[in-house]
T-cell receptor, first 115, second 118 residues
């Protein structure tokens, strides 16, 4: 089975600063999808950003961007100009095509934003 | 955008009773839905895959007789925790893929149900 590892249980960042959350994964597939989800205190899972493995260009969504290193099986999330509302649990997730849409989640990183 | 509605958001019940949790896709059809369990400050653990019109697929270690799943329509899946006990207390989350092809296929999550068994 695929595994997704987030080695940082907790991270903190000063408001307006930049923070990077790490994620590595293990797979033998060549084509797959990677996601970052945010879970704020409300517990609602929110999609932050996604990346297709066949695309070399890193995905960006406003203040959120990824550093996708396919050979290293690394998929880090960079949050720029951090805001108080960014405080949440962040989960990295992996999905292979044609697997019934099953997601594999990392253990999560709790992000604190310091005013 | 697509929305998945999960109900109830919070339930408190006595030990031995059964609790039903509903998961609805509001503006798209979902032949597959997923049920997760999440303990405090931990990741989502996939419990089972709900398949419309057929039996659910349970992950290893999940008791199918304890956690009954019914996916009777393309927009509704239910999880029934039967004869609930305090150790079943947890946060349960459902999700549904929007059915689009390739990279546009996105999982949408319900807001979760916090179950407390007294």
């Amino acid at each position: 089975a695929q595994t997704v590892t987030q080695s940082q249980p907790e991270m903190s960042v000063q408001e307006a600063e930049t923070v990077t959350l790490s994620c590595t994964y293990d797979t033998s597939e060549s084509d797959y999808y990677l996601f970052w989800y945010k879970q704020p205190p409300s517990r609602q899972m929110i999609l932050v950003i996604r990346q297709e493995a066949y695309k070399q260009q890193n995905a960006t969504e406003n203040r959120f961007s990824v550093n996708f290193q396919k050979a290293a099986k690394s998929f880090s999330l960079k949050i720029s100009d951090s805001q108080l509302g960014d405080a949440a649990m962040y989960f990295c997730a992996y999905r292979a095509p044609n697997t019934g849409n099953q997601f594999y989640f990392g253990t999560g990183t709790s992000l604190t934003v310091i005013p | 955008g697509a929305v998945v509605s999960q109900h109830p958001s919070r339930v408190i019940c006595k030990s031995g009773t059964s609790v039903k949790i509903e998961c609805r896709s509001l503006d798209f059809q979902a032949t597959t839905m997923f049920w997760y369990r999440q303990f405090p400050k931990q990741s989502l653990m996939l419990m089972a895959t709900s398949n419309e019109g057929s039996k659910a697929t349970y992950e290893q270690g999940v008791e199918k007789d304890k956690f009954l799943i019914n996916h009777a329509s393309l927009t509704l899946s239910t999880l029934t925790v039967t004869s609930a006990h305090p150790e079943d207390s947890s946060f349960y989350i459902c999700s549904a893929p929007n059915g689009a092809g390739g990279p546009q296929n996105i999982q949408y999550f319900g807001a979760g149900t916090r179950l407390s068994v007294l």
